[in-house]
């Protein structure tokens, strides 16, 4: 029992807790000898072991380690406790201390290398969407204005006013300029159609003015496959058209007539629909382009085709127009007839050369029935607003300055004047202004011999 006492009674411990172990090692090692333990503490005796077996792999892996971040350049023997001797479960190091033993980014990388040795930078672009793009460093900036294309909805109600102020000017350079400021794409084609078909609702003077248009712009803005195209959409829309002017077929087949004698469509346009046309409309406008293009064969150009209208035509020729007109109505006495002659001469700003013209008249007139139906004929004309007051009173004005002229080839002109001005402002054709400003002549004659010689008044 003195053995047992003495085998288990505690060692004197030593510093550490290795010497500590060891001591109870050895008193178990000397128990086992002995051979006196009982089943408990054989059990006991057996977890030791386990544990001492455990200890000494931990230990071995420690050392292991040690030795590897010795290998490293570490110091082995650093406090196991400071950051920078532990070793983290994340280090992406390689744990055997051996790299690729390749450089960083091949080279290129690092602390003021610009890149690889013997690479060339090319000059890139600067691009606009950099954090660090400066607009100011890029030079002049050049701003251009982009149109969107016109769209087709839109586009009747841009062209519509571009032309109708077209047939007031008469200036085909401007109606250019404003053409150029839009962006009609796909669509260019159907500003002819456009500029057509308004003018056959108008005058001949805007149908001569609309040839002249697609003749300036042909080369320009337009061209003949354009000019082609929209003839072609016209003739296809002829049933439509002669609803609203049932002489569109015949106008439609002078404008291709023009537009070929211009040269602004190809000699072979008519050829394209031999035998190929179903519309009876549209066989009557190709019908009348040949026939006037076979008619003006000798001619290079169909200058004449509308007519000439308006200021366009000259003095003497208007003159003679009006002169016909107020014979053809002291003939007839057909107002409206000389009403509608008188528009389409289309010279409002010449229409007192008609009152001019008609006052002559009545003073060459013989008899008092031409008096009549000339102030019948102005009457008309001032109350339909045909002939302004402005007119009227330059016409009677023009009378009156010319009256010692006129005087020569009829003797009693002032006496006769006198009674078709008092006439006129009694029907309240003229004002009293103008009465009062026609020019008066003393009757100074001389009596029988009886009288002795005296001038009587």
């Known amino acids: 029992m003195a053995t047992e006492v003495d085998t288990w009674s505690p060692a004197p411990q030593k510093d550490g807790a290795n010497q500590h172990f060891s001591g109870e090692e050895d008193a178990l090692n000397d128990g086992e000898i002995n051979g006196n333990w009982t ?12 544990a001492k077996a455990k200890r000494r792999q931990r230990k071995s892996s420690r050392n292991s380690t040690s030795e590897s971040l010795s290998e490293t350049g570490e110091l082995a023997g650093g406090d196991p406790h400071s950051p920078k001797g532990k070793v983290g479960a994340n280090d992406r190091k390689s744990r055997t201390g051996k790299g690729r033993g ?31 793009y400066d607009e100011a460093a890029q030079g002049d900036t050049v701003y251009a204005t982009v149109m969107p294309e016109v769209d087709e909805k839109e586009l009747e109600k841009t062209v519509n006013p571009i032309v109708r102020e077209y047939f007031e000017h008469g200036d085909t350079k401007e109606v250019q300029m404003l053409l150029k400021e ?10 002819s159609s456009l500029a057509v078909s308004l003018a056959l609702e108008g005058k001949a003077s805007h149908r001569e003015l609309t040839s002249r248009l697609l003749s300036d712009l042909s080369g320009k803005l337009l061209s003949q496959s354009d000019l082609a195209r929209a003839f072609d959409k016209m003739l296809k829309e002829l049933p439509d058209l002669i609803l609203d002017t049932p002489e569109a077929p ?3 087949g002078q404008f291709i007539a023009r537009a070929i004698a211009d040269h602004i469509l190809p000699m072979s346009f008519l050829d ?10 549209a066989r009557v406008a190709l019908d ?9 064969r000798e001619i290079l150009r169909l200058d004449n085709v509308w007519g000439v209208g308006g200021g366009q035509r000259p003095v003497k020729h208007l003159i003679k127009e009006m002169n016909l007109l107020l014979k053809e109505y002291l003939t007839s006495g057909d107002v409206l007839e000389a009403e509608h002659c008188l528009r389409d001469l289309e010279v409002p700003h010449f229409h007192h050369e008609l009152v001019y013209e008609a006052v002559v008249m009545v003073l060459e007139s013989k008899g008092d029935a031409a008096s009549h139906a000339i102030i019948k004929l102005l009457q008309t004309f001032w109350k339909i607003g045909l002939i302004t007051v402005d007119q009227m009173n330059r016409g009677f004005q023009r009378v009156y300055d010319e009256l010692p002229e006129i005087s020569l080839d009829v003797p009693h002109a002032h ?17 009293k202004q103008l009465r009062d400003a026609c020019p008066s002549r003393g009757r100074k004659r001389f009596v029988s011999e009886g009288d002795g010689g005296l001038i009587k008044d």
């Not at 089943?39 to 386990?50: G, M, N």
């Not at 839009?182 to 500003?191: A, D, T, V």
């Not at 009348?288 to 003006?296: C, D, H, I, N, Y």
């Open 39 to 50: 089943p408990q503490e054989k059990a006991l005796h057996e977890a030791r072991l386990k």
């Open 102 to 132: 390749l450089p960083k980014k091949g080279g290129a990388g690092g602390k003021g290398v610009w890149g690889a040795a013997g690479m060339v930078y090319e000059d890139e672009e600067p691009d606009a969407r950099d954090p660090n």
């Open 182 to 191: 839009l962006n009609l794409g796909s669509h260019k084609y159907e500003f």
């Open 250 to 252: 015949q106008m439609l």
């Open 272 to 281: 394209c629909y031999k035998g190929k046309v179903d519309c009876d409309h």
């Open 288 to 296: 009348r382009a040949a026939v006037l293009l076979r008619m003006k």
């Open 415 to 431: 006496s006769m004047i006198e009674n078709f001005v008092d006439l006129c402002h009694q029907e309240s054709v003229i004002t």
